[in-house]
T-cell receptor, first 110, second 113 residues
Framework: GQNIDQPTEMTATEGAIVQINCTYQ??????LFWYQQHAGEAPTFLSY????GLEEKGRFSSFLSRSKGYSYLLLKELQMKDSASYLC???????????FGTGTRLQVFP | DSGVTQTPKHLITATGQRVTLRCSPR?????VYWYQQSLDQGLQFLIQ???????AKGNILERFSAQQFPDLHSELNLSSLELGDSALYFC????????????FGSGTRLTVV
């Protein structure tokens, strides 16, 4: 089976940097995704890692270590609009389904 | 517009009733996934279809069923509804490769009263 852990809530200040961690245990790993979800809205794709290392996309970066079952999402130059939930999801090798963690609610303060 | 269309956007119904949620995947996508998200909860995987065939099942209740039609749209049927079934129901689609993310519809908010 799969188990995905993320912190429940985090707070940060506008303009700062925040790192959201995700640890996972899975029987068949085929990639890790990060999604952003504003309350009541659909999740939107942020990043994808399948190999170890850092993927950078503008203000967002995501890191993966498969041997440690660990990933993080790094958000730089935080803006108020970054206040949202950030969902870590692991893709199952056999079916391609995504299994989501419970998400981390990030609040950005002025 | 993500390209994945879900209808209706909102649904209010009484306990014991049956409802059908509809999802049209993004053009060209063969895989459809259904997720349930209760208040302040994570996305719970319900069921996956690929090109009309069931491919994977999550913790889907026996009162729930789904299917994917030849035109690739999918329907999720929820019966004998209970108060606890109130949630957001999301559909997502992918072309099978999925390296660039799974596209989610805007969801159906179901309220059981």
């Amino acid at each position: 089976g799969q188990n995905i852990d993320q912190p429940t809530e985090m707070t940060a200040t506008e303009g700062a940097i925040v790192q959201i961690n995700c640890t996972y245990q899975t029987s068949g790993f085929n990639g890790l995704f990060w999604y952003q979800q504003h309350a009541g809205e659909a999740p939107t794709f942020l990043s994808y890692n399948v190999l170890d290392g850092l993927e950078e996309k503008g203000r967002f970066s995501s890191f993966l270590s498969r041997s440690k079952g660990y990933s993080y999402l790094l958000l730089k130059e935080l803006q108020m609009k970054d206040s949202a939930s950030y969902l870590c999801a692991v893709r199952d090798r056999n079916t391609d389904k995504l299994i989501f963690g419970t998400g981390t609610r990030l609040q950005v303060f002025p | 517009d993500s390209g994945v269309t879900q209808t209706p956007k909102h649904l209010i119904t009484a306990t014991g009733q049956r409802v059908t949620l509809r999802c049209s995947p993004r053009s060209g996508d063969l895989s459809v996934y259904w997720y349930q998200q209760s208040l302040d909860q994570g996305l719970q995987f319900l069921i996956q279809y690929y090109n009309g065939e069931e491919r994977a099942k999550g913790n889907i209740l026996e009162r729930f069923s789904a299917q994917q039609f030849p035109d690739l749209h999918s329907e999720l049927n929820l019966s004998s509804l209970e108060l606890g079934d109130s949630a957001l129901y999301f559909c997502a689609s992918t072309d099978g490769g999925g390296d660039y993310g799974y596209t989610f519809g805007s969801g159906t908010r179901l309220t059981v009263v």
